[in-house]
């Protein structure tokens, strides 16, 4: 079993290009979540989704969308990517939304904007 | 509304040692509180993790975390250190306060353990 699997692992890009991280995960969980990791401000949250269909807003939602069209996959797009938008990407899954479930953790997408 | 404060963001141990990581929460309501360890390079792995029932909790390599509701606190130890522990630990709390009811976690800023020999 795989788990969570995220590409690319890593990537550079150019200011105002498009982006899209992608997200996979075998576990048939239905909560998927995006992060950001930056070094002193732990982890942040983008974008949640509770189940296929559905998703949310986090902690720091702008110039970030996601979408869930099934259960296995949470891509998140940057549309039109800024600096302050380099950081590490975690994408993360559990059973439910329950609060009590585990969250289990991607390898990470490492993003650089120039 | 949830928070998280870990008290450190560089915790210095010798081999052997005694590790104390300190988390503190802040919650509206009875959490659920979690503690998660990231090695270089990796994404985060649970170590253990507190649900409202027994206050002492028992996670993998040895650590435990207590629960205690008055200090509103839910620090991590673990009896002697060894080199492998060398990591970045979060602690992390979830409450049903979030918009639509749920339970998202909220993590620390996290703290880095360094392990001298």
């Known amino acids: 079993i795989a788990g969570i699997t995220q590409a690319p692992t890593s990537q550079i890009l150019a200011a105002g290009r498009r982006m899209t991280l992608r997200c996979t995960q075998d576990m048939r969980h239905n909560a998927m979540y995006w992060y950001r990791q930056d070094l002193g401000l732990g982890l942040r949250l983008i974008h949640y989704?509770?189940?296929?269909?559905?998703?949310g807003k986090g902690e720091v939602p702008d110039g970030y969308s996601v979408s869930r069209a099934n259960t296995d996959d949470f891509p998140l797009t940057l549309a039109s990517a800024v600096p302050s938008q380099t950081s590490v990407y975690f994408c993360?899954?559990?059973?439910?939304?329950?609060?009590?479930?585990?969250?289990?953790f991607g390898p990470g997408t490492r993003l650089t904007v120039l | 509304a949830q928070s998280v404060t870990q008290l450190g963001s560089h915790v210095s141990v010798s081999e052997g040692a005694l590790v104390l990581l300190r988390c503190n929460y802040s919650s509206s309501v009875p959490p659920y509180l979690f503690w998660y360890v990231q090695y270089p390079n990796q994404g985060l792995q649970l170590l253990l993790k507190y649900t409202s029932a027994a206050t002492l909790v028992k996670g993998i390599n040895d650590f435990e975390a207590e629960f205690k509701k008055s200090e509103t606190s839910f620090h991590l130890t673990k009896p002697s250190a060894h080199m492998s522990d060398a990591a970045e630990y979060f602690c992390a709390v979830s409450d049903q306060s979030q918009e639509g009811g749920s339970y998202i976690p909220t993590f620390g800023r996290g703290t880095s353990l360094i392990v001298h020999p």
């Open positions: 993360a899954s559990s059973a439910t939304s329950g609060g009590t479930d585990t969250q289990y």
């Open positions: 989704s509770n189940t296929a269909g559905t998703t």
